[in-house]
C-alpha cells in the first residue's frame, strides 16, 4: 500500500508552504484579528482557502481534489496560520446552503459566513426530541409575510453568541412527521427570543435553551419547500457527522496521551514503562491506527467523487471512542489530581494547566459522543445500512 501522496501532490505542497513562508505571519501593525482576517483574504485569493465555495460567495472556487485540501489543512495547521473560519455556519450551515439553497439565499448568507462576520446556531433538538428528532414540536405559522414561531430548542451550542439560527419547525401539523417540518433561517437578535445558558460540568456554558415566543422571519427564509425540512437537514447532519470524525484530531490526542504518559510517574517510574499502563496505550493504538486508515479510505471515496457511505458514520463513532478512552488513561494517569473539580480549583489555582485540560477533555468526550447523533445511533446506522440488519423496533414504532 502506497500511502504517499505522489510527485505532483508533493509539489503542491511545497508551493503552500512557500506561500507560508511569504504570507504568514502577516507584517504590519495590526490586532490579531486584521491579520487572520488579511492572511485569510490572501490565502482565499490565491485558492488555498474557502477552497469548495464558489468565487462569487466569497470562495476560491477550486476543483475538488481532497488531496489538495488535505495538504493545505495539514501545512496551515503545522504553520499555525489561521485555516478556514470553523464554525457551525461555515461547517454545517453554508455546505447545506450551497446544495439546498435559493440563489438570493447563497449571496446574502454565504459570504459574510465565509468570511466570519456573522456567526450561526443550529436549532435542532428539543426536551423531547433528539434522537428521535423527527418528533419536534416547535411550531412555524405563516402570517402575510413572515413566519411566526413559538416552541423551545434546547443544547443549542452558540445561541448566545449567533446573529442567526437555521430551525427545524413544524409547519404542517396534519402531514406524517418527517414531512411536516421545515427548515426556517431566524435573526436571533428579536424580542421573540430568549437565550438562557446551560451550566455544563466543565464550568462552560457552550449551549442554551432558546425560547421562541412569536419569534418572526420573512417568509422566504425557508431552504428547501415547504414541508422538505427533514431532507434538507439529513444534508446539514451529514456534514455536523464528518467535521467531528476527523482522524487527524484521534492522532493529536493520542501523542498528547503518549507525552503523558513519558512525564507522569507510576510505581517510582515513567508511566510509560509500566506493564499496564503499556498495555492499554497498545490496545488503544491499534484503534487510532485503524481510523487514520479508515480517514484514508474516506479521503479515497471522496477524491474519487464516491460516497463515503457508511465509513463516515464509522469514523464518527470511533473517533469519539478513542477521544473517551484516550482522556480515561490520561485520568487514571493523573491518578489523585484527575478527581478534582477544575473550575473550583482554577480559583485557588492548584491544578496544573495541563492536569485541567486532560480532566475538562475527560468530561467534554462524554458530550461530543452524544453530539450529532449519539454512539448507539452511529450503531443503529451501521448495523441497518452497512450490515443490512433489521431496522430498530422503536424507530420503527414511532414513524
Ligand atoms: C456537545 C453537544 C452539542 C450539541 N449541540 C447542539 C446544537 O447546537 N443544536 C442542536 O439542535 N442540538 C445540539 N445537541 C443535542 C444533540 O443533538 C442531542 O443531545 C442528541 O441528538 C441526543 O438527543 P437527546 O439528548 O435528546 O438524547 P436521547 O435521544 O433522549 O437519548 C438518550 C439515550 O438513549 C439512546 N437512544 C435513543 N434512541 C435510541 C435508539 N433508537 N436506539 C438506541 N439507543 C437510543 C441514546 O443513544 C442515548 O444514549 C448537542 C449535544 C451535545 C452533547
Request: charge should be neutral; charged fraction near 25%.
Amino acid at each position: 500500500m502506497d500511502l504517499s501522496y505522489g510527485k505532483e501532490y508533493e509539489e503542491f505542497r511545497q508551493e503552500v508552504r512557500g506561500f507560508l513562508a511569504s504570507n504568514w505571519p502577516v507584517e504590519g501593525d495590526l490586532s490579531r484579528e486584521e491579520a487572520r482576517s488579511r492572511f485569510r483574504e490572501r490565502a482565499v485569493e490565491a485558492g488555498y482557502l474557502a477552497r469548495s465555495i464558489p468565487r462569487k460567495y466569497g470562495g476560491s472556487e477550486q476543483p475538488a481534489d481532497e488531496m489538495r485540501a488535505t495538504i493545505v489543512r495539514e501545512e496551515f495547521a503545522g504553520a499555525r496560520a489561521p485555516g478556514d473560519v470553523r464554525g457551525i455556519g461555515t461547517m454545517m450551515l453554508v455546505p447545506t446552503l450551497l446544495e439546498k439553497g435559493e440563489e438570493w439565499q447563497k449571496e446574502k448568507f454565504v459570504p459574510p459566513t465565509v468570511r466570519g462576520d456573522i456567526i450561526w446556531c443550529q436549532g435542532y433538538s428539543e426536551p423531547g426530541s433528539g434522537s428521535d428528532l423527527a418528533s419536534l414540536m416547535t411550531r412555524g405559522e405563516l402570517d402575510g409575510d413572515e413566519w411566526v414561531i413559538n416552541g423551545q430548542k434546547i443544547w443549542t451550542t452558540g445561541a448566545h453568541r449567533a446573529d442567526y439560527m437555521f430551525c427545524l419547525c413544524r409547519t404542517e401539523p396534519d402531514a406524517p412527521k418527517h414531512a411536516g417540518i421545515s427548515y426556517l433561517l431566524i435573526p436571533m437578535k428579536q424580542p421573540g427570543i430568549e437565550v438562557s445558558p446551560l451550566r455544563q460540568m466543565t464550568g462552560g456554558s457552550d449551549f442554551n435553551q432558546v425560547f421562541l415566543t412569536d419569534a418572526r422571519t420573512p417568509k422566504d427564509w425557508i431552504v428547501g419547500k415547504r414541508g422538505e425540512g427533514w431532507i434538507v437537514s439529513r444534508t446539514t447532519l451529514k456534514h455536523e457527522r464528518n467535521s467531528i470524525g476527523a482522524a487527524a484530531q484521534s492522532v493529536a490526542t493520542f501523542t498528547g496521551l503518549l507525552q503523558l504518559a513519558k512525564s507522569t510517574q507510576r510505581n517510582g517510574r515513567p508511566a510509560i514503562e509500566d506493564p499496564e499502563i503499556r498495555q492499554r496505550l497498545a490496545a488503544l493504538e491499534g484503534f487510532v491506527r485503524a481510523h487514520e486508515y479508515s480517514g484514508y479510505r474516506q479521503l479515497t471515496a471522496n477524491a474519487q467523487g464516491k460516497s463515503p457511505g457508511v465509513l463516515q458514520t464509522m469514523n464518527k463513532l470511533i473517533s469519539t471512542n478513542i477521544g473517551h478512552e484516550v482522556a480515561n488513561i490520561a485520568l487514571d494517569l493523573l491518578d489523585d489530581e484527575g478527581l478534582l473539580d477544575p473550575l473550583a480549583d482554577r480559583e485557588l489555582g492548584r491544578i496544573p494547566r495541563g492536569s485541567r485540560a486532560w480532566i475538562s477533555q475527560y468530561m467534554y468526550s462524554l458530550g461530543i459522543a452524544v453530539a450529532g447523533g449519539t454512539a448507539n445511533i452511529q450503531r443503529n446506522v451501521i448495523g441497518e445500512r452497512g450490515l443490512g440488519l433489521p431496522r430498530d423496533a422503536y424507530a420503527q414504532k414511532s414513524k
